[in-house]
């Protein structure tokens, strides 16, 4: 079964940064498409980034040139670096499992908070 587990969530000021972490079990993400969501509150789930398993990447044109996904396959971890955060990133994040570079897959974590204050 496969399982994911967010991290790294926090309250940071207006153009700081957070590192995002997402832990998989049950799977290797080398060889799995990978994502990251986000919801902010009364806002539908909407994509952040996301990573192919041959490493091609697809980032919203809201964090273009401010957000990284990255895939660590020592830790089995895929991890999102947010620079210049602003309030508009203020929501909960979601590491998401399979799919494909365009798609979801059916697989979520819990979710990590992220607050940006102004």
């Known amino acids: 079964q496969v399982q994911l587990m967010e991290s790294g969530g926090g309250l940071v000021q207006a153009g700081g940064s957070l590192r995002l972490s997402c832990a998989a079990s049950?799977?290797?993400?080398?060889?799995?498409?990978m994502g990251w969501y986000r919801q902010a509150p009364g806002k539908q789930r909407e994509l952040v980034a996301r990573?192919?398993?041959?490493?091609?990447?697809n980032y919203a044109d809201s964090v273009k040139g401010r957000f990284t996904i990255s895939r660590d396959n020592a830790k089995n971890t895929v991890d999102l670096q947010m620079n210049s955060l602003n309030p508009a990133d203020t929501a909960d994040y979601y590491c998401?499992?399979?799919?494909?570079?365009?798609?979801?897959?059916?697989?979520w974590g819990q979710g990590t908070q992220v607050t940006v204050s102004s």
């Open positions: 990573i192919s398993s041959r490493g091609n990447i």
């Open positions: 998401n499992a399979g799919g494909s570079l365009y798609n979801a897959g059916g697989v």
């Open positions: 049950g799977t290797i993400i080398s060889r799995t498409a």
